[in-house]
């Protein structure tokens, strides 16, 4: 199943460079993907989006919360 979210607050957000985007949407994306439950993730973070396929809702929440992305 696909999961879209509205992402409204992240722990990255207190990066000083202002260039924590890119990066962080690169580096979690794998780290999302490897939790247990899902099998893919997309994270446009610029623009607010987490897309993740899992085998159920609950799986992309834990692994959205344990990565520090916390949808609206």
Known sequence: MEFTY???YMK????TAH???GQCSR????VLAASPGVEAAS?????KSA???ARDEDAALD????????PD
Do not use: K, M, N
């Open 6 to 8: 509205t992402v409204t």
């Open 12 to 15: 990255c957000q207190s990066c």
């Open 19 to 21: 260039s924590h985007c």
């Open 27 to 30: 580096e979690l994306e794998p």
């Open 43 to 47: 994270l446009d973070l610029e623009h």
């Open 51 to 53: 897309r993740l396929t």
């Open 63 to 70: 692994a959205l919360d344990d990565a520090g992305i916390f």
